[in-house]
C-alpha cells in the first residue's frame, strides 16, 4: 500500500493550526490511500513529503523484489490504460524505453524510482508501477500531491454594512489547493456555535442575528504543507437608522427675495442614506443631503427632507417652513399734488406673500369711509373729492407671519392757482434804448406753473418765469405773460407796456431854439389859412359839405 503523501503534520504549522481552529477543511484526494493492487507487499515511498511547484520528487517501490525483469510506470491508477505509460526501466541493461506519458522531466533510476523534474501542478495525480517478475507481476499505486504557494486570498464583500439581527456573509476567495481555510474577526481566530456557521470547505462564513459584538474586520487564512496567507480585512459594521432627521437651518427660515439659501438634511445612518426632498408636497430633482438655491415667489413655501437607509430600510423626514422677509415696501408715486374735489391714488409696491396692507397718513393708520376707497388686496389707496385735510405724507404697511415692513414717506400736497398773475417791475417800462431789462412772471400756484411769453402777439421762445434782454427798436411794444398749472388746469396772464424813453437832443432833431421857434410860427400860420379854407367851403355847401 503506497504511503499517504498527507503525511504532514498541520500542528506542525504552529499557532492557531494547531487542531485546526473552526474544523478547518482538508481538501483533495492528496490524503486518500490509493487502492492495493499488489500480491506481495510493495509500497511506493515518496521522498518528499511536500512536493512543490518546481521542485523535484522520487517514487520508489519498497521493497523492490528479487530478479526484476522490468518495471513500467503509468500516470494512472491502473496498468490497463497504454496511454498513460510514461516509460519503461530495464534495470538489467539498465535501459528505458519512454511511453505516451512521458513529458522528458521523468526518468528512471536503480530499483525501478521514477524521478520527476521541474514538478507542475498537473503531476498531481496517481502513478502506478507494474513490476514483472517472471511468471509474476506486481502492481502498487500512490497518489502525488504537488502543492504551490498559496497567494493572499480576499474577502467579499470587502466592506459591508449588516442591519441588527440581520446576517453576514463573507466569502474566502483563494485557489482550490488550498487544504485548509480559518476566520478570525478583529484579529482573533473563530470558533463555531450557534450564529456562526461555515460551509463544507470552510470558504463561507455566515453570521446569524448580527448585533454590535459581531462588527470588526473579518479576514481568512488559507494554509496547504509549504505555505499560509492572510486576507487583507473586511471591515462590517452596523446598519442602523435612521431614526430621526431634521434640517438645518431650523425653520422657519425668513429671508428676503434674491437672498441665496442652503437647506442641509442631518440624518444618523449607517450606511449614508440616500436623500429625496420636497417643496409644498412636489418631488425635487435634487438627492443630495443638501442644496442652495436663491429664494424667488416660487420657491417659498413647505420643504421637507427624506432620508432612507436601503439596508435597514428605515426612513426618516423633517420639514421647514421657508417664508419671505418682506423687503421695505414703495408707493408709487412717491411725491403728488391733487387739486381740489379731485381723486388721489396712491399703490403699494410689494411682494405677492404679503399677507396685509395698510396705510397710513401722517403715521395714522387710516380705515375705509365714503371718499377712501381700498382695492381687494389694499395694494391701491383712493382718496374722492380731496381737500386741505387730505395733504400729507401717505404710508403703506406690509406684513406676513414672520415679518413686517413700511414704505417711505410719500408727500402728497393740494394743487391750486393761479388765480392772476402779475409781471415785475410793472408798467409801462421807458426805457432808453440799449438798457437791459428783465421781466419776472409772478403768480400763487402749487405746482410751479409753466410759463409762456408773448410780445405784441407773438409768442417768445422764453419758458421760464423771467427773462432778461436788451432794448431795441426791434423788442418794444406789449410783453405778456401766461402761467399755466397742469393738475388744476387754470393759467393767468399778465401784460405790461415796454417804452423807448425819447432824450431833449432826439426831440428837436438837434436845430437851434430860433429856429424851432420860427418853425412853430410858420406852423401857426398855415393852420389859420387852412381854418379859413375850410370855413368858405362849409357856407358855400350850406353845411352839407357837397360842393
Not at 507494474?130 to 500531491?145: F, G, S
Not at 426612513?315 to 391733487?338: C, H, N, W
Not at 411682494?351 to 376707497?373: F, H, I, K, M, Q
Not at 424813453?501 to 412853430?520: C, F, H, Q, R, W
Request: aromatic content about 6%; overall charge neutral.
Amino acid at each position: 500500500m503506497g504511503r499517504l503523501p498527507g503525511s504532514w503534520d498541520p500542528p506542525a504549522w504552529g499557532g492557531p493550526w494547531k487542531g485546526l481552529l473552526l474544523a478547518a477543511s482538508v481538501l483533495g484526494s492528496c490524503l486518500q490511500p490509493a487502492p492495493a493492487q499488489t500480491q506481495t507487499p510493495v509500497t511506493i515511498v515518496i521522498t518528499s513529503q511536500s512536493p512543490a511547484v518546481g521542485g523535484d520528487v522520487s517514487l520508489a517501490p519498497q521493497p523492490l523484489p528479487q530478479d526484476v525483469v522490468s518495471c513500467t510506470w503509468y500516470r494512472s491508477a491502473t496498468s490497463t490504460d497504454g496511454t498513460k505509460e510514461i516509460f519503461t526501466y530495464y534495470p538489467q541493461t539498465p535501459a528505458q524505453t519512454p511511453g505516451p506519458a512521458h513529458t522528458g522531466r521523468e526518468t528512471a533510476g536503480p530499483g525501478c524510482v521514477l524521478n520527476i523534474a521541474g514538478l507542475t501542478l498537473s503531476d498531481t495525480g496517481n502513478y502506478t508501477v507494474k513490476i514483472d517478475i517472471p511468471p509474476n507481476r506486481v502492481l502498487a499505486t500512490v497518489v502525488l500531491c504537488v502543492y504551490e504557494k498559496l497567494a493572499k486570498p480576499t474577502v467579499t464583500p470587502g466592506q459591508t454594512q449588516v442591519p441588527e439581527n440581520g446576517t453576514l456573509t463573507l466569502t474566502c476567495n483563494t485557489s482550490p489547493r488550498a487544504d485548509a481555510v480559518l476566520w478570525l474577526q478583529n484579529g482573533s481566530y473563530l470558533t463555531p456555535n450557534t450564529r456562526l456557521e461555515l460551509s463544507s470547505e470552510n470558504r463561507t462564513l455566515t453570521v446569524l442575528n448580527f448585533t454590535w459584538g459581531d462588527t470588526g474586520t473579518y479576514q481568512c487564512e488559507v494554509g496547504n504543507p509549504i505555505s499560509t496567507n492572510r486576507s487583507e480585512p473586511s471591515t462590517v459594521t452596523l446598519a442602523y437608522g435612521p431614526e430621526s432627521a431634521r434640517i438645518d437651518p431650523p425653520g422657519p427660515v425668513n429671508l428676503t427675495l434674491g437672498s441665496r439659501l442652503t437647506l442641509t438634511c442631518i440624518a444618523d445612518s449607517v450606511p449614508a442614506p440616500s436623500y429625496s426632498w420636497f417643496l409644498n408636497g412636489t418631488k425635487l430633482p435634487q438627492t443630495g443631503s443638501s442644496f442652495t438655491f436663491d429664494l424667488t415667489t416660487l420657491n417659498l413655501g413647505t420643504y421637507k427632507c427624506q432620508a432612507h437607509n436601503p439596508v435597514t430600510g428605515l426612513t426618516a423626514s423633517a420639514e421647514i417652513e421657508v417664508l419671505e422677509k418682506l423687503a421695505k415696501p414703495t408707493v408709487t408715486p412717491g411725491q403728488t399734488q391733487v387739486p381740489e374735489n379731485g381723486t388721489l391714488t396712491l399703490t403699494c409696491n410689494t411682494s405677492p406673500s404679503a399677507d396685509t396692507v395698510l396705510w397710513l397718513r401722517n403715521g395714522s393708520y387710516l380705515t375705509p369711509n365714503t371718499r377712501l376707497e381700498l382695492s381687494s388686496e389694499n395694494r391701491t389707496l383712493t382718496v374722492l373729492n380731496f381737500t386741505w385735510g387730505d395733504t400729507g405724507t401717505y404710508q403703506c404697511e406690509v406684513g406676513n407671519p414672520v415679518s413686517t415692513n413700511r414704505s417711505e414717506p410719500s408727500t402728497v400736497t393740494l394743487a391750486y392757482g393761479p388765480q392772476s398773475a402779475r409781471i415785475d417791475p410793472p408798467g409801462p417800462v421807458n426805457l432808453t434804448l440799449g438798457s437791459r431789462l428783465t421781466l419776472t412772471c409772478i403768480t400763487d400756484s402749487v405746482p410751479a406753473p409753466s410759463y409762456s411769453w408773448f410780445l405784441n402777439g407773438t409768442k417768445l421762445p422764453q419758458t421760464g418765469s423771467s427773462f432778461t434782454f436788451d432794448l431795441t427798436t426791434l423788442n418794444l411794444g406789449t410783453y405778456k405773460c401766461q402761467a399755466h398749472n397742469p393738475v388744476t388746469g387754470l393759467t393767468a396772464s399778465a401784460e405790461i407796456e415796454v417804452l423807448a424813453k425819447v432824450s431833449a437832443a432826439d426831440s428837436n432833431g438837434g436845430l437851434p431854439p430860433g429856429a424851432i421857434a420860427g418853425i412853430v410860427i410858420g406852423s401857426l400860420a398855415g393852420a389859420a389859412l387852412l381854418g379859413g379854407l375850410l370855413y368858405f367851403l362849409l357856407r358855400k355847401t350850406g353845411g352839407s359839405g357837397r360842393l
